[in-house]
């Protein structure tokens, strides 16, 4: 429903309540990143898994298990690092 649908839609005078009008959404503009060979993200999203994925590699370096990390995980992360780059040069 645009506003002029909802415009149409009242009286002049009247009251309007949540109980006999529920209020409507407004979805917001979301910003979609797209990760090279990935997929596509929001922002908020993407930006936690690379903090998840950073944050893994750390625990894995702390314990010297460095051959738990193939190359497809790091090309993974360079993508997405990338892609968030890109978006806030963006901004």
């Given at each position: ?77 360079t993508?997405m ?11």
């Amino acid at each position: 429903m645009n506003l002029t649908d909802l415009l149409k839609n009242l009286e002049l005078g009247k009251v309007y309540t949540d109980s006999n009008r529920p209020p409507f959404k407004v979805n917001e503009a979301s910003d979609k990143i797209q990760v090279q060979g990935v997929g596509v993200y929001d922002y908020k999203t993407l930006s936690k898994k690379v903090v998840k994925m950073l944050k893994d590699l750390e625990k894995r370096a702390n314990k010297e298990d460095f051959g738990s990390v193939g190359k497809s995980q790091l090309n993974t992360l360079t993508a997405m690092w990338i892609a968030l780059k890109q978006y806030e040069e963006k901004q």
